[in-house]
C-alpha cells in the first residue's frame, strides 16, 4: 500500500475510492472495503481509501476530545492490512468543511485526487450541513464523468458502528468488542515509572503510558492480555483503576504484570491485546487481601491463555 498526501503526490491511475474516518477499521469498514477492491479489480483501476489524520470535529473544534479506538499511524496500519492499493490522507480545513458536497465532489474528489469511482457507505453523508444523499451525489460525479456507486450494507443483526464498539470497551466487554472490530482491542504505549509497589507484594508492573491520543481506554477492572515487546509476545494480566486499596486519589493506573518476563522496561515501548475482563476494580481492606485477590487473579488469567493457546 502506497500512503498519498499533500507532500507525496505519486503517479497513478485514476482511483476506484470510499471516503470515510475509519476510526478502528472494525468489521463493517472491512465489509466496506472489500467492496470497494472488488469494484476496482472489476474496472482495472487501482483502490484507495481517502481518510484524515485527525477527526474533522477536532479541526472545527480544538476543545473537541475525541474518544478514538485507534491513533493515526495504528488507523493506516490496519487499512494497509485490508490490502488496498493507496491510502489517501487528506488534510481537513475549516475552508473544506464549508464546500457543498457538489463543491467536494468536483474539486477535491475529482480534480484534486483524481476519482473516477466513488463508493458511497450507505449511510454515508457529507457536505456542509450534509444535506444532500447518494441521488445528489450520483448527479454531482456525473457531471464531471465520475461514476458513483452505493456499497451494501452489512448485516443489520451485526449491528457493527465504532460509536457501539467504544460502549462495549466502556462496559468491559472485551470479547463482543473485539468480535466487532475483526481483532483484538489494543493500546500501546511507553512504560515509566511507577510506584513499585507490585513488586513488594511479588507482581512487578510496568505502568503504560499510551502514546495515542484520545484512545478509548476500556473500564477499570483486570484484564487478560497477550504482551507484544519487540517481536516478543507473553502473556499478562492488565490493571486499569485508581488503586483505591493503595488510596492513588484520581490517577488512572494502566499496568501490566507480563508473565515469564523480568527484563527492565523502563523507556521502552510495548502493546497489549485485550482477551477478556476478569473481574471490576475493587477496594479491599487491607494489603494482604489485595495480595490473595491478585494471586486468583493470575490463577484465572494463566486459565484463560491456556484455553485459547489450546482452542
Known amino acids: 500500500m502506497q500512503i498519498l498526501n499533500s507532500e507525496n503526490k505519486a503517479e497513478h491511475k485514476p482511483l476506484v475510492a470510499t471516503i470515510g474516518f475509519f476510526d478502528g477499521v472494525h468489521s463493517g469498514h472491512k465489509f466496506l472495503i472489500d467492496q470497494l477492491k472488488t469494484e476496482a479489480a472489476k474496472r482495472g483501476l487501482p483502490s484507495a481509501i481517502i481518510t484524515f489524520p485527525?477527526?474533522?470535529?477536532r479541526v472545527l473544534n480544538t476543545e473537541y476530545q475525541p474518544a478514538l479506538l485507534c491513533g493515526f499511524e495504528e488507523k493506516v496500519k490496519r487499512i494497509e492490512c485490508t490490502g488496498v492499493d493507496y491510502c489517501e490522507v487528506l488534510d481537513f480545513t475549516k475552508e473544506m468543511s464549508q464546500m457543498s458536497a457538489k463543491d467536494f465532489i468536483q474539486q477535491v474528489l475529482k480534480n484534486q485526487l483524481d476519482v473516477d469511482t466513488l463508493l458511497i457507505g450507505y449511510d454515508h453523508r457529507f457536505g456542509h450541513?450534509?444535506?444532500?444523499?447518494?441521488?445528489?451525489?450520483?448527479?454531482?460525479?456525473?457531471?464531471?464523468?465520475?461514476?458513483?456507486?452505493?456499497?451494501?450494507?452489512?448485516?443489520?443483526?451485526?449491528?457493527?458502528s465504532s460509536s457501539r464498539i467504544r460502549r462495549l470497551l466502556g462496559e468491559g466487554d472485551i470479547e463482543k468488542a473485539n468480535q466487532l472490530l475483526g481483532y483484538n482491542y489494543t493500546i500501546s504505549g511507553q512504560i515509566v515509572e511507577g510506584f513499585k509497589v507490585g513488586r513488594t507484594i511479588g507482581f512487578p508492573t510496568a505502568n503504560i503510558k499510551i502514546w495515542e491520543d484520545f484512545k478509548v481506554v476500556p473500564a477499570f477492572g483486570v484484564y487478560a492480555v497477550n504482551v507484544h515487546i519487540g517481536e516478543c509476545l507473553y502473556g499478562g494480566m492488565l490493571y486499569i483503576g485508581k488503586r483505591p486499596t493503595l488510596h492513588n486519589g484520581d490517577n488512572i493506573s494502566l499496568e501490566v504484570n507480563i508473565f515469564n518476563f523480568n527484563d527492565d522496561l523502563y523507556g521502552k515501548y510495548l502493546s497489549v491485546e485485550f482477551l477478556e475482563f476478569v473481574r471490576p476494580d475493587e477496594k479491599f481492606k487491607d494489603m494482604e487481601t489485595l495480595k490473595k485477590h491478585i494471586y486468583q487473579d493470575k490463577v484465572n488469567v494463566k486459565k484463560i491463555l491456556d484455553r485459547r493457546n489450546n482452542s
Not at 54 to 57: A, E, G, L, S, T
Not at 139 to 159: C, P, R, T
Open 54 to 57: 485527525v477527526h474533522p470535529r
Open 129 to 160: 450541513n450534509r444535506e444532500d444523499g447518494f441521488d445528489e451525489y450520483k448527479l454531482y460525479g456525473a457531471e464531471v464523468g465520475m461514476d458513483v456507486i452505493q456499497a451494501e450494507e452489512l448485516s443489520q443483526s451485526l449491528h457493527v
